[in-house]
């Protein structure tokens, strides 16, 4: 059972455009997401995240929106740069005490910037 | 500072064998937890060690195991390997108990289960 879900394996958006990464969830105790980014041979690396009391959190060129209504989240990355070819890792956290509770991983989404 | 350190970097085995995977934490962090990262289920967590004690363990079947030394190192250990264990193994280290997240990754060792 998938709690979290990326549908798209994988995605491909010209250097300079918006990127845009979706993730479904179904656990509505899901209350704190995250988004990691990992390059080949490289372990995952933390890139943003939101609490469910705020729709939207930005960071430089990287935005996570937050759709609680509809279980969504997506990061959106402005401009895209070569640098941000990467997979791409949704995570959710049921709870903030994170002595509790593990992160719950979507399957990545394959991200290639084309020059 | 150094980063976290797993080795093997690349293991080969047949099924039946077992297999230990070692994680050496960033200096100074006493939990060191081990995710399973395959193309169809994506990252999915396997257990939580802190000051040598498992605190968290994900959904795997007793095969797979862990432990922690008093310097922090951890050891994974899977027996009675399957094929459907193939997978890249990644632990993380923090300073903190649940520590997401502010953990940190290893690169992950690659193992082949033929």
């Known amino acids: 059972d998938q709690q979290v879900k990326q549908n798209s394996p994988s995605l491909s958006v010209q250097e300079g455009r918006i990127s845009i990464l979706n993730c479904d969830y179904t656990?509505?105790?899901?209350?704190?997401f995250l988004w990691y980014k990992k390059y080949p041979a490289e372990g995952p690396t933390f890139l943003i995240s939101?609490?469910?009391?705020?729709d939207k959190n930005e960071d430089g060129r990287f935005t996570v929106f937050l759709n609680k209504s509809a279980k969504h989240l997506s990061l959106h990355i402005v401009p895209s740069q070569p640098g941000d070819s990467a997979v791409y890792f949704c995570?959710?956290?049921?709870?903030?005490?994170?002595?509790?509770?593990?992160?719950?991983f979507g399957t990545g989404t394959r991200l290639t910037i084309i020059p | 500072k150094a980063g976290v350190t797993q080795t093997p970097r690349y293991l080969i085995k047949t099924r039946g064998q077992q297999v230990t995977l070692s994680c050496s934490p960033i200096?100074?962090?006493?939990?060191v937890s081990w995710y399973q990262q395959t193309p169809g289920q994506g990252l999915q967590f396997l257990f939580e060690?802190?000051?040598?004690?498992?605190?968290n363990k994900g959904n795997f079947p007793g095969r797979f195991s862990g432990r922690q030394f008093s310097n922090s190192r951890s050891e994974m250990n899977v027996s009675t390997l399957e094929l459907g264990d193939s997978a890249l193994y990644l632990c993380?280290?923090?300073?903190?108990?649940?520590?997401?997240?502010?953990?940190?990754f290893g690169s992950g060792t690659r193992l082949t289960v033929v």
């Open positions: 993380a280290s923090s300073s903190l108990p649940g520590g997401t997240p502010l953990e940190t």
């Open positions: 656990n509505s105790m899901f209350d704190y």
């Open positions: 939101i609490s469910s009391i705020k």
């Open positions: 995570a959710a956290s049921a709870g903030s005490n994170f002595g509790n509770e593990k992160l719950t």
């Open positions: 200096s100074g962090h006493r939990s």
């Open positions: 060690y802190f000051s040598e004690t498992q605190r």
